[in-house]
């Protein structure tokens, strides 16, 4: 089993930034990508932004390219999300997910799931 823990979401103004944080415990070598999801109120829960844990390859939702960037730390099996010019339409439950496969595999449905981490983007 693998255990997912997210950490840095809050409060933010339109414009602002932050970053969120996905610690991985347990069979972390059988991740081979990791990404977010978000889930806003009344929607249904999407594919935000995932890398390739071996190869660093990332993939973005078209909603968020350019202003969000992911990233790795291999040896603290960390994932970061760092999500700059922020909008209020990306407040959400921010979820951490891995995955056994490729990205393709984790943007259809990851193995292990975060418990999330509310971000709220005021106007």
């Known amino acids: 089993q693998v255990q997912l823990v997210e950490s840095g979401g809050g409060l933010v103004q339109a414009g602002g930034s932050l970053r969120l944080s996905c610690t991985a415990s347990?069979?972390?070598?059988?991740?081979?990508?990791r990404g977010w999801f978000r889930q806003a109120p009344g929607k249904e829960r999407e594919f935000v932004a995932a890398?390739?844990?071996?190869?660093?390859?990332?993939d973005y939702v078209h909603s968020v390219q350019g202003r969000f960037t992911i990233s790795r730390d291999n040896a603290n099996n960390a994932v970061y999300l760092q999500m700059d010019s922020l909008k209020p339409e990306d407040t959400a439950v921010y979820y951490c997910a891995a995955n056994s496969g490729n990205i393709a595999k984790l943007k259809l449905g990851p193995d292990y799931w975060g418990l999330g981490t509310q971000v709220t983007v005021s106007s």
């Open positions: 347990g069979r972390t070598w059988s991740l081979f990508s």
């Open positions: 890398i390739g844990w071996i190869s660093g390859t990332t």
